[in-house]
C-alpha cells in the first residue's frame, strides 16, 4: 500500500530554518519523481518544488520567486524520505506542506494534475 508521511512540521520564528521529511512506503522515492506542495490559509494548493527520478530539482509551476535560493531538495535512498530544507522564513511561508510522488514515468512536472500520490500534509506556521 502506498502511503506518504510528512514530519517536521510546526512553529519558526522568521529569519530561521526547517527541515520537512516526507517517509514513502509501497514504492521507492530513488525511482519517481518526488515534490513537495503548499496551500497557504485561504488559497489553492501551490508546488514547491521537487527532484525526479535522476535528482534533477524541478520548480513548482508556476514558479514562485518568493522561493528562489531559500528551497532544497534532497533524497535519503536509505530510509526512502524526501526531505525539504527553508531557509530565511517568511511569514508568508505559512502553510501546510504537502508530499506527493508520481511514478509512472519519467515526467516530474510539479503541478497537482502531475502527481499520482499524496501526503495528508504537516502545518508550518512562521511568526514576525
Known amino acids: 500500500q502506498v502511503q506518504l508521511v510528512e514530519s517536521g512540521g510546526g512553529s519558526v520564528q522568521a529569519g530561521g530554518s526547517l527541515t520537512l521529511s516526507c517517509a514513502a512506503s509501497g514504492f521507492t522515492v530513488s525511482q519517481c519523481c518526488m515534490a513537495w506542495f503548499r496551500q497557504a490559509p485561504g488559497k489553492e494548493r501551490r508546488g514547491v518544488a521537487g527532484?525526479?527520478?535522476?535528482?534533477?530539482?524541478?520548480?513548482?509551476?508556476p514558479s514562485d520567486s518568493a522561493l528562489e535560493g531559500r528551497v532544497t531538495l534532497s533524497k535519503d535512498n536509505a530510509k526512502n524520505t524526501l526531505n525539504l530544507r527553508m531557509n530565511n522564513l517568511k511569514p508568508e511561508d505559512t502553510a501546510t506542506y504537502f508530499c506527493?510522488?508520481?511514478?509512472?514515468?519519467?515526467?516530474?512536472?510539479?503541478?497537482?494534475?502531475?502527481?499520482?500520490?499524496w501526503g495528508k500534509g504537516t502545518p508550518v506556521t512562521v511568526s514576525s
Open positions: 527532484l525526479d527520478a535522476n535528482g534533477r530539482f524541478e520548480h513548482g509551476i
Open positions: 506527493a510522488a508520481h511514478c509512472g514515468g519519467w515526467s516530474c512536472t510539479v503541478v497537482d494534475v502531475g502527481m499520482d500520490y
